[in-house]
């Protein structure tokens, strides 16, 4: 009876309370949370930011996480986001209760720190925040990143006529991220006032999105966009063959009507119907949905066209942006050949296909595969790329950039070319890679410039200007500039427009 009465009297008492110097606990809006220390930086991993985007709440906007008593475990990373298995080696999912995010710091205590929101790139259809293990960053330069996971494909980018959101899920999942940060940024030893955004690919697409959602007003104060199709369309064939040209951004009511006929050849008449679908159901049709789609109140205006919110910029791309994609191509397809390439070149750019031919030739040393490459990169990321840094620099200060460091060590299986300075290349110098992905490691050259790039991108988050005494200068860009600072083994000014043929491609549409 003794032993009953005690176990009653203890379920009333107040959850044991956390003591305030152990540095590896954590107190935040929604409870406690024990991190890991790993030597000179602290983890803590799987945290949710919002509810399991699950049943009722699919296809809506997120909403607060619960509140939990004790203290959760934050040693494990939260589970990816459904994805079908990538090219590059990372498993399926089918998880829907995905919304978590993950806080390195530097375990060192002190000042509060700048916060650095990354966004993983990933097509809008593949990736997580898990992937990307930033301990060198926060340490070497004294920052607090969290990487975060955010819905993707038919989850994220859903639309249906009537359906607030529609299209835009994913990004709002990255502004309630965004607004964790801002409550609970402190409790890590981070500054909730001075927090950069920051991702590549999809990610750099996303920060555009946000650049220009009303809501994301005031939830970060810098941006670094890294490789990212924000501003141009993509010529065709560039992202798969037979594919048309294509705008990085889609108007919702495509995006709807496009839901509507999905939803009806799954026997669906209406979203709730499409609700209580098991996500499996939904992977067949999950990449119809592989983008971003604006005019919902969560994205009223084309990004491409229109930026709602002024911070100080860093932008830029790679060198040979698209070997990567193209190497994937011609591992599930065959290589170009010739008369491929001419063909490629009139249905990206009909009438200007001539033009283009004899600025890119074909040369029996140079496979057409790498050739039509250097087409799309230039076309579609360097010389869009510069332009609208250039527009940043009217209004913001900006600093603008090519990793341009062609012994990269790639992630895919050898091509019939050299990848070179290729997409994705630059995140291996910011971040180790865990959760599948290929994770090669890096000469002691290739190390000199990780630590470089690491220290311009945390003097940016620190202050908005990426320079640091022993770096080579990197000059605020002006509007009518076109040379970027070239992220090389020697860190030196480059001439894009001449790199990239820009003054061929601003003369042609498509």
């Known amino acids: 009876m003794v032993k009953i ?10 959850a044991p309370v956390v003591a305030v110097d152990d540095p590896l606990v954590v107190r935040i809006e929604q409870g406690a949370v024990r991190g890991v220390k790993k030597g000179e930086y602290r983890e803590f991993n799987g945290i949710p930011y919002a509810a399991p985007p699950v049943g009722a709440l699919r296809w809506r ?18 589970p990816r986001c459904a994805q079908a298995e990538s090219a590059t080696g990372t498993p399926p999912s089918t998880e829907e209760d995905c919304l978590y995010l993950n806080v390195t710091t530097p375990a060192k205590t002190g000042p509060r720190k ?47 006529p009537g359906l607030e959101g529609s299209g835009a899920f994913g990004i709002e999942d990255q502004q309630a991220a965004l607004r964790w940060v ?64 294509v705008s990085p951004w889609e108007a919702v009511a495509s995006v709807a009507a496009r839901g509507r006929s999905v939803a009806t050849d799954l026997g669906c008449a209406t979203v709730d119907c499409l609700r209580l679908k098991l996500a499996p159901d939904l ?15 969560t994205l009223p205006e084309n990004p491409a066209e229109s930026r709602a919110h002024d911070v100080p910029m860093l932008s830029g791309t790679t060198r040979d942006e698209m070997t990567y994609v193209q190497g994937m191509i011609d591992q599930a397809t065959q290589p170009l050949t010739s008369r491929q390439y001419r063909d490629y070149l009139v249905k990206a750019f009909g009438e200007d296909a001539g033009r283009v031919a004899r600025r890119y030739p074909l040369s029996s040393k140079v496979p057409p595969s790498r050739t039509w490459a250097s087409v799309t990169t230039d076309s579609a990321f360097a010389c869009p790329t510069l332009k609208r840094n250039q527009a940043f620099a009217r209004h913001v200060p900006t600093y603008a950039y090519e990793f341009a460091d062609r012994t990269a060590p790639p992630t895919l299986p050898p091509a019939t070319y050299p990848y070179g300075a290729y997409h994705s290349a ?28 690491i220290d311009y ?32 083994p020697t860190i030196q000014r480059t001439n894009l427009s001449r790199a990239h043929n820009c003054d061929l491609w601003s003369t042609i549409e498509f």
């Open 5 to 14: 009465l005690a176990l009653a009297l203890a379920a009333l008492l107040p």
């Open 457 to 488: 991108w945390s003097a940016f988050a620190r202050t908005g200007n990426p320079n640091m005494p022993d770096l080579p200068h990197w000059p605020r860009l002006h509007p009518t500039d076109v040379v970027a600072q070239s992220l090389a």
């Open 114 to 160: 700048p916060v650095m929101v990354w966004l993983h790139g990933g097509g809008f259809v593949e990736g997580s925040g898990g992937e990307y293990d930033p301990h060198r960053l926060a340490v070497r330069g004294e920052v607090v990143v969290v990487t975060i996971n955010y819905r993707l494909g038919i989850f994220g980018n859903f639309g249906y």
């Open 61 to 78: 906007s997120p909403q607060p996480a619960a509140a939990w008593t004790g203290v959760r475990a934050g040693s494990t990373i939260g």
């Open 426 to 453: 630059d995140a291996l110098y910011l971040f180790a890679l865990r959760g599948g992905v290929a994770n090669p490691p890096l000469t002691s050259t290739q190390r000199r410039l990780s630590d470089a790039m």
């Open 283 to 297: 992977m067949p049709v999950f990449g119809h949905f592989a983008g971003l789609a604006y005019g919902s109140s």
């Open 182 to 245: 801002r409550q609970n940024a402190a409790a890590f030893g981070g500054d909730p006032g001075n927090v950069t955004l920051f991702g590549q690919s999809a990610g750099g697409q996303s920060v555009c999105a946000q650049l220009a959602a009303p809501a994301a007003a005031g939830l970060f104060h810098r941006a670094i966009i890294q490789s990212s199709l924000c501003t141009s369309p993509i010529p065709a064939n560039a992202l798969a063959p037979g594919l048309p040209s």
